[in-house]
Each structure stands twice: as structure tokens, then as C-alpha cells.
């Protein structure tokens, strides 16, 4: 190999690696702001601001809580019910007014297909399936996505324990899509949700 060839895939290298330790301390200080939310939060130093609808026609209702304080919206949680069977929440998390990260959990539930005899009555068994999504952002750029999936039965003891799971980084693709719907709700904060309402 040439010497040019070796100082290139040298460079590279070097750039990959330092790319690393940028993200990782972008991380670092994203799971700081998130603590500094989360112990405001926990010591009731924000205000709360909640606000949402519920469709008269369809069994969908959407619920928003907004903590803030005079310097700006720290916090945003979302969260959506279909019918009895499905769900969603979400938590935007902001620092001076910009978005930095984003955790979801989605789950639906439904019969698991297996009958046990309890109290000498037929019971049928349920089935949760959950994921949760983590969403690092550094501006409008998306830094890392994580993913995990779970699941658990009525019938079972040993149900897996969510924090004990491991997230794997999958590919990032839905940065825009959250910009955008954060962007909705924190316009809703002052608008609201005409009554009726369903979108």
C-alpha cells in the first residue's frame, strides 16, 4: 500500500474516532439536562399547564401536559389512548427552548389465547406488548435512536423487567416528524383544542 493510502485510512480513523467522542459527550450532557428537568419536575418548581380532547364519534382521546416556568416550557408530555386495547406516551424534553431529547412507549394488549382454571372458572389470558424509543437530538440533527421490546402475559411469574433490557440503536430517520409534532403542541399550549375536536 502506498504511504498516501496509509494516511488516509489513518484520517479516517482518527475522524471516526473523535466523531465517537464528540457523541458521546453530546450524550453525557443530554442525560444531564434530563435530570435537571426530571428534579425540577420531582420538586414541584415548574408550573403544569394540561389540556387535551376526546373524539365523540371514535374511541381516541389525547391528553398534553406542559411544565414550565417564566424563563420557558422545560417539558411536554403527550399521550394518546385508542379504544381500550392501545396507547401511547410521550416526553419532549427542551432547554432553552430546543428540543434535545425524546422518549416514547407505545403498547397495545389482547387475549394471549390460553385459558387457565382460577377459582374453578375459565379465564383467558392477556398479553401487553410494549416498546420504548429514545430519540437524542443535538439541534435538529438526531445523534442516536434506541429501541427495546418487551412483552408481558397475565399468566406468567417471570415477566421480563423492563430496566434490565437491553435498547439497541437502530437507524435514526424520524427527526423531522418529531420537530414538526413537538411544534404543534407547544402551539396548542396558547389555542388549545376547539370543543369539539377530533383530528
Same mark, same amino acid.
Given at each position: 500500500?502506498?504511504?498516501?493510502?496509509?494516511?488516509?485510512?489513518? %484520517?479516517?480513523?482518527?475522524?471516526?474516532? %473523535?466523531?465517537?467522542?464528540?457523541?458521546?459527550?453530546?450524550?453525557?450532557? *443530554?442525560?444531564?439536562?434530563?435530570?435537571?428537568?426530571?428534579?425540577?419536575?420531582?420538586?414541584?418548581?415548574?408550573?403544569?399547564?394540561?389540556?387535551?380532547?376526546? !373524539?365523540d364519534?371514535?374511541?381516541? =382521546?389525547?391528553?398534553? *401536559?406542559?411544565?414550565?416556568? =417564566?424563563?420557558? *416550557?422545560?417539558?411536554?408530555?403527550?399521550?394518546?389512548?385508542? #379504544?381500550d386495547? #392501545? +396507547?401511547? =406516551? &410521550?416526553?419532549?424534553?427542551?432547554?432553552?427552548g430546543? %428540543?434535545?431529547f425524546?422518549?416514547?412507549?407505545?403498547?397495545?394488549?389482547?387475549?394471549?389465547g &390460553?385459558?387457565?382454571? *382460577?377459582?374453578?372458572?375459565?379465564?383467558? #389470558?392477556?398479553?401487553?406488548?410494549?416498546?420504548?424509543?429514545?430519540?437524542?437530538? /443535538?439541534?435538529?440533527?438526531?445523534?442516536? !435512536?434506541?429501541?427495546?421490546?418487551?412483552?408481558?402475559?397475565?399468566?406468567?411469574?417471570?415477566?421480563p423487567?423492563?430496566?434490565?433490557?437491553?435498547?439497541?440503536?437502530? /437507524? !435514526?430517520?424520524?427527526?423531522e416528524?418529531?420537530?414538526?409534532?413537538?411544534?404543534?403542541?407547544? +402551539?396548542?399550549?396558547?389555542?388549545?383544542? $376547539?370543543d $369539539?375536536? !377530533?383530528?
Amino acid at each position: 500500500m502506498r504511504p498516501f493510502s496509509f494516511l488516509l485510512v489513518y %484520517l479516517l480513523s482518527l475522524s471516526s474516532f %473523535l466523531g465517537q467522542g464528540e457523541e458521546k459527550a453530546k450524550i453525557q450532557d *443530554i442525560r444531564q439536562q434530563y435530570a435537571k428537568i426530571e428534579s425540577l419536575i420531582q420538586a414541584q418548581a415548574l408550573q403544569q399547564k394540561k389540556q387535551g380532547f376526546a !373524539c365523540d364519534l371514535e374511541p381516541y =382521546s389525547a391528553t398534553v *401536559i406542559y411544565h414550565y416556568d =417564566s424563563t420557558g *416550557i422545560y417539558r411536554v408530555d403527550y399521550s394518546e389512548a385508542v #379504544g381500550d386495547h #392501545g +396507547g401511547k =406516551s &410521550e416526553k419532549y424534553y427542551l432547554w432553552e427552548g430546543e %428540543l434535545f431529547f425524546m422518549y416514547r412507549e407505545a403498547g397495545t394488549w389482547g387475549f394471549d389465547g &390460553e385459558v387457565s382454571m *382460577i377459582e374453578g372458572e375459565a379465564v383467558q #389470558g392477556t398479553v401487553d406488548h410494549i416498546e420504548e424509543e429514545r430519540f437524542y437530538f /443535538d439541534g435538529k440533527k438526531l445523534l442516536r !435512536c434506541l429501541h427495546k421490546a418487551y412483552s408481558f402475559y397475565s399468566r406468567k411469574d417471570d415477566n421480563p423487567d423492563p430496566a434490565t433490557l437491553p435498547n439497541k440503536q437502530v /437507524d !435514526c430517520y424520524q427527526g423531522e416528524e418529531i420537530q414538526a409534532f413537538l411544534t404543534e403542541l407547544l +402551539g396548542r399550549m396558547q389555542q388549545g383544542y $376547539p370543543d $369539539p375536536y !377530533c383530528p
